[in-house]
């Protein structure tokens, strides 16, 4: 593994939420860090550049987004595209958390090697985080709203959520939350910052996996 090294630390689950309804299940709760290679861009290039990491029903499908060619922002190869697509298509029937340093407005770096396959850039890995329904959020260390942005429209779409673990106010600094809540006919799927208060943004989607049961999620929470 080169040092953009992710560190995932999963955390304890709670019996239940402080408000929940009979039909909450809290799915996954875990902290999440993209540690930048200490010369950027694209210092130390040896291993992986992509790893996955399951907590409970959530993957997390973390990529190394620094350009090793320079320029403005980040960007990703070829083959991390094609991995991130395998990977995506492989974990059809968990919820996939995509998480990187540069997010939608910073995966931006053209830059490149005479001769290499064109770098990739936000739109192309919009328009492929889109196209899988089970793809629920995108955490980035360069979204500092703390609202996030939503991609997609109401019936379909994932969030990008502000990765920032440090500074006031910061979403997600005691780590994220993951539940999927029933309202009234349909199941939605909410991810919070675990220590955020009732103020703080919540991220609300339509819940992609409709077909699985509760009694599943809570299973697959327990793993």
Not at 85 to 91: G, K, L, P, S, T
Not at 177 to 187: G, K, N
């Amino acid at each position: 593994m080169n040092e953009w090294i992710l560190r995932v630390m999963p955390l304890p689950m709670r019996s239940h939420l402080p408000v929940q309804a009979p039909a909450t299940v809290d799915l996954a709760r875990f902290r999440i860090r993209i540690v930048a290679p200490p010369e950027r861009p694209g210092a130390r290039l040896t291993g992986a550049r992509q790893c996955t990491y399951d907590v409970g029903p959530v993957r997390i499908l973390a990529l190394d987004s620094a350009n090793p060619h320079g320029g403005v922002g980040g960007s990703f190869d070829t083959e991390q595209l094609a991995w991130l697509v395998q990977e995506v298509e492989r974990a059809r029937d968990r919820y996939v958390v995509v998480a990187s340093h540069d997010g939608s407005r910073t995966l931006t770096s053209t830059a490149n090697a005479t001769g290499k396959p064109p770098r990739v850039c936000a739109d192309e890995v919009i328009s492929v985080l889109l196209a899988r329904a089970h793809v629920i959020g995108w955490i980035s260390n360069t979204i500092h709203e703390r609202s996030g942005r939503r991609h997609g429209d109401v019936a379909h779409g994932f969030w990008e959520i502000p990765g920032a673990t440090i500074g006031y106010g910061a979403p997600l600094a005691g780590g994220l939350a993951v539940s999927a809540e029933q309202r009234h006919l349909h199941r939605v799927v909410v991810m919070r910052g675990v220590l955020s208060g009732e103020a703080a943004p919540n991220w609300e989607l339509k819940d992609p996996l409709p077909e699985v049961s509760g009694e599943r999620l809570a299973e697959l929470a327990r793993q």
